[in-house]
């Protein structure tokens, strides 16, 4: 129990004290939270010393919203709300950026910022940093809470806490105000109001009902499919996901984020035939995954409908934690509504005393029409990484990040960018669960660095970070920190000299550069020398192995620049059809 200088009462009898402060820290200690991803400045400079001398893993950012991101990632990978800190108004919302991202993936959260004087920033009179810190972050997170005397600071992290990381996950904000850290009360007493959450997520066990009605519909499937998505990898089911996936023989399309649940190698992924297994299935089992943008909301022709918007023929079983998700976009037929380990373990049970031992695997000529995409798609995709172009191109460079995976299958592989986002997806196989982290739901750049901090501090082990140059530039300056901490991340950059690529010019001829090009030939590794850390510069698959093999065995902070041709990228990735296009005529 954190306490400050002891005070003499009236009576003559010293009195312990504790302040805000410390009552801030005892709380998060009391409930096992180790580490704090922040920024230091008015008011909470001192906070982030003494939650170090406290024996918290303190980890400063140069800018909240990596720091944001950071907790973002730390609560997906760990179950319990990362924690971010920031200063008040620019600070606050540096990291609310990362909070609402958190919120819209489903990851816990805390954001706690201090804030300027009450009284002043409700009569507008104008404070340093003033701003109504709560009122902005309410719309943008599950729940905000302010706290305003010492004895209330225990119940305000209890309810963040259990906001954060109960029914479906989300970001919290939590508003501490500058003069409630300097507030003392009679630390025996701070004790005794601080809370131990007591089962900060509980189960939420499916109705018997619901797991009949799934099971009806899976074991009358003749083309069922599964699509574990990320809220299956948060979920930490991983051996009973594998073994409904491997009992019941259902062939399962992984998430981005939710690859390596099972190893992408697996007999059952159907990922390199996904177009034809979203058309063609009649029951489809979605674990953890949304319908929405990144499932085509569930309709239209990539869920074999007649146009973009028309249903197809499929029947929808969803197992989701959160009640409201189900029929946001097509109809559900079979909801199961509880958490994924609860309702997994009572499809395992149920499969189990319907079938015995025997459940029928799905019709052989289904499991053998996918197979044969699927080879087709991985022959053509081993024919394209066995080319060495000059100049060296995603495929070729992927190759590399391809094997060094699988050599180092316990690696963390964060990613983000457009074309280097999406043919990492496709082309790296990962092996084991919540190894791969990426720009998630909203598709938003700038969770590079935030989340390679994170992924190594939280972990311990090598993480490598595969970046579009334009990716990368969202929170590059992190670089410091990597090598400040001195952490085992190895960035690769794709640098294809801009946003998708690096051809475009100016029409009119003007000095400027195109909107999507950077400078030419930018030499990245550079800005990781300046920090202390190791650069290297590759144009060739071969540097880019030989420089990525010596990152992973030095463990030291690494920046690749990996040089890729520049005209090798497409608008917007595999996402092009997003873009709007102009109906006037030239
Ligand atoms: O079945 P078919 O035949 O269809 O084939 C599929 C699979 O079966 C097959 N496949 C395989 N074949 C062989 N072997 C294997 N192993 C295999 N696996 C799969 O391959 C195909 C494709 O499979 P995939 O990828 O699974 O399927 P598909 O159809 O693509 O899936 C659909 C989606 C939607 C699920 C998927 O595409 C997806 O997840 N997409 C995510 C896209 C995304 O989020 N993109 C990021 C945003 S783009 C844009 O917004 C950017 N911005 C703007 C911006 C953002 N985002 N944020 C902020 C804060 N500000 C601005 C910017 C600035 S990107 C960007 C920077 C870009 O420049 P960079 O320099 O960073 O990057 P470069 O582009 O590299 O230059
Ligand atoms: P993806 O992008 O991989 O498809 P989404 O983020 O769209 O995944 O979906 C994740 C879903 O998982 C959310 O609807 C969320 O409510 C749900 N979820 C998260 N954790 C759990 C859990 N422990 N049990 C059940 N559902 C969960
Ligand atoms: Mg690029």
């Known amino acids: 129990m954190g306490t400050v200088e002891p005070q003499v009462a009236q009576s003559g009898d010293v009195q312990e004290v504790t302040d805000g402060f410390h009552l801030v820290i005892d709380a998060l200690k009391l409930n096992g939270i180790d580490t704090i991803f922040g920024l230091p400045g008015i008011p909470i400079t001192d906070f982030t010393r003494m939650a170090q001398a406290a024996g918290m893993r303190v980890i400063s950012f140069r800018h909240e919203q990596n720091a944001g991101n950071a907790a973002a990632i730390a609560g997906f990978m760990t179950q319990k709300p990362g924690i971010c800190l920031t200063v008040s108004a620019p600070g606050f919302l540096n990291g609310l950026t990362a909070l609402a991202n958190a919120t819209v993936n489903c ?260 499991l053998r029409a996918i197979a044969e995409r699927k080879d087709k798609n991985l022959a053509k995709m081993a024919e394209t990484l066995a080319k060495d172009p000059t100049p060296m191109n995603f495929h070729s460079a992927l190759n590399v990040v391809r094997d060094i995976i699988k050599a180092n299958p316990d690696a963390i592989l964060v990613n983000e960018g457009a074309n280097a986002l999406d043919f990492t997806r496709s082309i790296v196989d990962m092996y084991k669960p919540r190894k791969r982290l990426d720009v998630g739901t909203w598709g938003v750049m700038g969770i590079g660095m935030g989340f390679s901090v994170a992924a190594a501090v939280v972990s311990g082990q090598p993480v490598i970070a595969i970046e579009g140059d334009s990716a990368f530039g969202f929170s590059g300056m992190e670089v410091e920190t990597l090598c400040r901490y001195d952490l085992p991340v190895c960035v690769v950059i794709f640098n294809n000299n801009g946003v998708y690529r690096g051809t475009d010019v100016n029409p009119t001829g003007g000095p400027d550069v195109a909107p999507t090009v950077f400078v030419k030939g930018a030499r990245y590794d550079k800005l990781m020398e300046a920090f202390g850390g190791v650069g290297a510069h590759t144009t060739t698959p071969a540097e880019l192995r030989k420089a990525m093999e010596e990152a992973i065995r030095s463990r030291k902070p690494t920046l690749i620049n990996a040089v890729i041709d520049e005209a090798a990228g497409t608008e917007s990735g595999r996402i092009t059809s997003l873009n709007p296009t102009s109906g006037k005529k030239k």
């Open 107 to 366: 990851f816990p959260m805390i954001l706690i910022s201090g804030s300027s004087e009450r009284e002043i920033v409700d009569l507008q009179q104008g404070d340093y940093e003033e701003m109504d810190q709560l009122a902005i972050a309410k719309p943008l997170c599950k729940a905000a809470f302010r706290v305003l005397h010492a004895e209330d600071i225990g119940v305000g992290i209890a309810r963040a806490i259990r906001a954060a990381v109960s029914g479906r996950p989300g970001g919290v904000y939590l508003d501490l105000p500058a003069k409630l850290f300097a507030q003392t009360m009679d630390a025996e007493a701070g004790k005794k109001s601080l809370i131990k959450v007591v089962d900060p997520a509980p189960k939420q066990i499916p109705g018997t009902d619901a797991v009949k009605r799934a099971v009806d519909l899976l074991k009358g499937a003749k083309k069922p499919l599964i699509v574990l998505g990320k809220g299956a990898a948060y979920a930490q089911a991983d051996a009973d996901i594998r073994d409904l996936i491997e009992r019941t023989g259902i062939p399962y399309l992984p998430m981005s984020m939710a690859k390596g649940l099972l190893p992408d190698t697996h007999e059952q992924s159907a990922a390199a035939a996904r177009s034809y297994v979203l058309a063609e299935a009649d029951v489809v089992m979605l674990v953890g995954a949304r319908l929405n943008w990144l499932l085509s909301h569930g309709k239209g022709k990539t869920w074999g409908g007649t146009d973009h918007k028309a249903w197809g023929d499929q029947k929808f079983i969803q197992i989701d934690i959160s009640p409201q998700e189900i029929d946001s976009n097509v109809r559900i037929d079979a909801p199961l509504v509880g958490d994924i380990g609860s309702c997994v373990s009572a499809l395992l049970a149920a499969i189990d005393s319907n079938a015995g031992s025997s459940w029928a695997k799905p019709p052989a000529d289904w």
